[in-house]
């Protein structure tokens, strides 16, 4: 299916990775956009290796210049195989080009042509700009819950903050993920109309710096609920580093309490109140009494 580019989009090009020295480039791009610091990068070695054996190393170019990258490798889960994407990286200067959203629908159309119907990775569930691309833009489903799924990591971005993660798995043929590659999502008011119906799981108020921090977790028991996440987690980094690790433990204690109960995330939404802009899960309820469906989310210790 073609996805409409953005302005400006013809700039950059799309393609398997090949040489290596763009390998090389590859672990550069990681460490500027996640600031490894102590950690390594995926190895070019090893990148190599996953693209010649059924993984994909996907480059975003423009002209000669590597501007993002995505990493991924086959997944077996017991009973279906399916693409692990283990990364996705973006130059900080080219991080406002809908990169991440081209580059995951250029990996969609690789992996379908390999015969595969999913794709499946994490990411940091305090991201409102991911949660919005991956489940707001693309359609993913949240699975799953994983408390400190990677242990300490020295970087930039996780440094003294456990690791906390959400699994989703991006059914590529679906009604929902081509409607929303389509750009047919719900409109602004039906998204307020939907975040005024549901019942608050994470309390919150503006610090002393006017950023929004935490102040109580509430069990969820309407048929629809919102959870609210940092809107702009770099900017709570550089401002309210000291509420980082109350976001991460409130977020964590509302999503295993809302998954243990049924709920499952049905979108992430936008949400401008009073001039402020705000990001939320939004939760449904399986019908009263229902069991839990088998493959519905999961809450995993690290």
């Known amino acids: 299916m073609a996805v409409a580019s953005p302005k400006g989009a013809d700039a950059f090009r799309f393609r398997r990775l090949g040489k290596p020295e763009e390998f090389r480039t590859v672990e550069e791009i990681q460490r500027a956009a ?30 000669i210049y590597l501007a993002a990258c995505a990493v991924g490798f086959l997944g077996w889960d017991g009973t279906t195989l399916y693409h692990y994407s283990h990364l ?8 406002n080009h809908q990169l991440g959203f081209r580059l ?52 930039s ?7 906390d993660r959400v699994s989703v798995t991006w059914t590529l043929a679906a009604p929902r993920v081509e409607d929303r ?9 039906e998204d307020e109309a939907r975040w005024t119906a549901a019942t608050a799981i994470v309390e919150t108020e503006p610090g002393d710096s006017g950023i929004r921090r935490p102040t109580a977790v509430a069990e969820p028991s ?10 702009d987690l770099d900017l709570v980094r550089t401002h309210e580093p ?6 991460r433990h409130a977020v964590r204690d509302a999503f295993r309490l809302s998954l243990d109960l049924g709920y499952r995330v049905d979108d992430f939404l936008v949400v401008t109140a009073e001039h402020e802009r705000r990001g939320f899960y939004l939760l449904t309820r399986g019908a009263p009494g229902a069991a839990a469906p088998a493959a519905g989310p999961r809450v995993k210790e690290g």
């Not at 159309?109 to 707001?136: C, F, K, M």
Request: overall charge neutral; glycine content about 12%; hydrophobic content about 35%.
């Open 181 to 189: 590659l389509a750009g047919r999502r719900p409109a602004r008011g």
């Open 104 to 155: 995951k629908s250029f990996q969609r159309d690789e992996v379908l042509g390999q015969g595969l119907s999913e794709i499946r990775w994490t990411y940091d569930p305090l991201s409102s700009r991911l949660a919005h691309l991956y489940l707001r833009r693309l359609g993913a489903e949240v699975t799953g819950y994983l408390l400190h799924h990677f242990g300490r990591l020295a970087t």
């Open 222 to 231: 309407s048929p629809t609920a919102h959870l609210e996440v940092p809107f």
């Open 242 to 247: 000291g509420s980082l690790r109350t976001w």
């Open 157 to 163: 971005r996780d440094e003294g903050l456990e690791t």
């Open 34 to 63: 996640f600031g490894l610091g102590t950690e390594a990068p995926v190895p070019g070695s090893l990148q190599r290796a996953v693209q010649d054996h059924g993984g994909l190393v996907l480059g975003a170019f423009t002209d």
């Open 88 to 95: 996705l990286a973006v130059r900080p200067e080219y991080q």
